[in-house]
């Protein structure tokens, strides 16, 4: 009995790791360009994060509040806009979960190649 115990302890842990740390596969680091027209940007932040550096036309919805509000989202593609990679595994994951096909992101604070496509976004 305790080693089931040990094996469902594991598997949730790991699930917690998996849904935090790894990558939602087919969703790309895009830039503006690479947007089409009718693309949401959703901003994941926290509201003080997102009024310190504004996203011009982007909808701010924070991760707590992606469960209550996602009905609000338009049906179209959306791309989201992060601080961290777990806030945008998180994100991604939650509104693909609620229906909605998120296209790409953008991480705010990594020095990946997304960082550069920031300043097309910001005012």
Not at 43 to 69: N, T
Not at 101 to 109: D, E, F, K, L, M
């Amino acid at each position: 009995m305790p080693y089931v115990l040990l094996i469902l302890a594991g598997v949730w842990v790991g699930y917690l790791l998996y849904t935090r740390y790894f990558p939602v596969r087919g969703v790309k680091c895009v830039n503006k360009t690479e947007l089409k027209n009718k693309a949401t940007i959703v901003d994941l932040r926290d509201y003080s994060e997102s009024a310190k550096e504004v996203v011009i036309g982007a909808i701010a919805l924070p991760i707590a509040y992606i469960k209550r509000h996602h009905h609000g989202l338009p049906q179209r593609e959306i791309y989201v806009v992060a601080s961290d990679r777990v806030e945008r595994n998180i994100g991604i994951r939650l509104l693909q979960r609620s229906g909605h096909r998120v296209a790409g992101y953008s991480i705010i604070n990594d020095p990946c190649r997304c960082k550069k496509y920031l300043a097309e976004f910001a005012s």
